[in-house]
């Protein structure tokens, strides 16, 4: 494949009206964005530099995930006036990390993010997890025994502080990450600046068409992350079901003559479901965006919909007294204890 400047490839896939969701903020969000969780520092930039090229305008980041500085150094060759890609035509998420929720942190945390992306404002700004951390710079803060190190601060307290980012222009909307339904309408109650998105992990296993309901009722977007089940995670249970392996599932691929993830992301983002998958092979990338050239039936689409098993892959887990526990079960404010 001939390459334009910068790794630009012929081949990339053009965004239509169809390839976003309108945020209540007026802005257009990507239904498809690269993730960049578990992508390790070496490989991170070449990942983003790959999915600018071929087409991807929306990329989800985090401070927690320690590489949005080489993300940055990607957006600074890339991205600009007089580069391949407009900074007005990319949409860039990041997520306020548990250590920063104390509202005197929130500026300098996002300023720091800011920092490291090389960047002057973001698009959408979540507040990662509704419970806190002990304050400070260590992100995983923990006792003797394994155990994390908790700080109880009120989310309401981090939000009001995170809405005064909007004023000043350094984020565009703001929005949550891991909050339940309870959680959400909390917030909303209080806020000045509606949330505008909801990131959660989200996939035919673990379906959450009450939660999404719920936030599409109140004007909030849902994002999904680990839309494919999360294969390479570091806490898997031997003897769990493997998503890309469910039989319906590469029927329906062989089908349409996708690939199961292909499957995978198209029901999520017909049913206005953004999809983050993160990948740092080229071929990968590319498929991922490829999933605006068909459409599944109503029936196809309750098929994949029923195979919900509440299968919840995202539990961060701790070691302990040589058990694995689940990392956060024991803060108040953990939102997984409830149905959604």
């Known amino acids: 494949m001939w390459l334009m400047p910068w790794g630009f490839h012929l081949s990339l896939v053009k965004m239509s009206s169809d390839h976003y969701v309108v945020l209540h903020t007026g802005q257009k969000m990507p239904l498809v964005g690269l993730g960049t969780w578990k992508t390790e520092a070496g490989q991170v930039k070449e ?103 908790y700080d109880y601060i009120d989310y309401k307290e981090t939000w009001k502080a995170m809405e005064k980012l909007v004023t ?14 309870r959680q959400i309408d909390d917030i909303i109650n209080i806020a000045s600046v509606k949330p505008a998105v909801l990131q959660v992990e989200c996939h ?34 031997p003897d769990e079901p493997v ?14 003559n996708k690939s199961p993830a292909q499957i995978l992301l198209r029901w999520q983002v017909q049913r206005k479901v953004v999809v983050i998958p993160k990948s740092v092979t080229p071929a990968r990338i590319l498929q991922n965006l490829q999933v605006f050239d068909f459409n599944l039936t109503s029936e196809e689409m309750t098929y994949i919909g029923s195979l ?33």
């Not at 929005?175 to 339940?180: A, E, I, P, R, Y």
């Not at 009450?210 to 898997?236: F, N």
């Open 47 to 149: 990942a983003v530099k790959h999915a600018l090229g071929v087409g991807y305008r929306h990329i989800d980041c985090a401070t927690a995930y320690s590489n949005e500085a080489e993300i940055g150094d990607c957006l600074q060759e890339v991205v600009g006036a007089d580069k391949p890609v407009k900074r007005k035509e990319l949409f860039v998420t990041s997520k306020l990390w548990n250590t920063k929720h104390h509202p005197e942190d929130v500026e300098p945390a996002l300023k720091r993010t800011l920092q490291d992306l090389k960047l002057d404002y973001l698009d959408l700004y979540l507040m990662h997890w509704p419970h806190a951390f002990e304050r400070g710079d260590n992100l995983f803060p923990k006792n003797p025994d394994g155990t994390m190190r």
């Open 204 to 237: 035919p296993y673990l379906a959450q068409n009450e939660l999404i309901a719920h936030c599409h009722q109140r004007g909030l977007v849902v994002t999904a992350y680990s839309p494919l089940g999360s294969p390479d995670r570091m806490w898997k249970h």
């Open 243 to 256: 998503l890309l392996e469910e039989p319906g599932i590469t029927k329906l691929a062989e089908k349409y």
């Open 168 to 181: 000043k222009g350094l984020v565009k909307a703001i929005g949550l990450s891991n909050f339940n339904s």
């Open 308 to 340: 919900n098993k509440n299968w919840r892959y995202i539990v961060p887990m701790v070691t302990v007294g040589g058990k694995l526990i689940a990392r956060d079960a024991g803060h108040p404010l953990y939102p997984f204890n409830e149905p959604y």
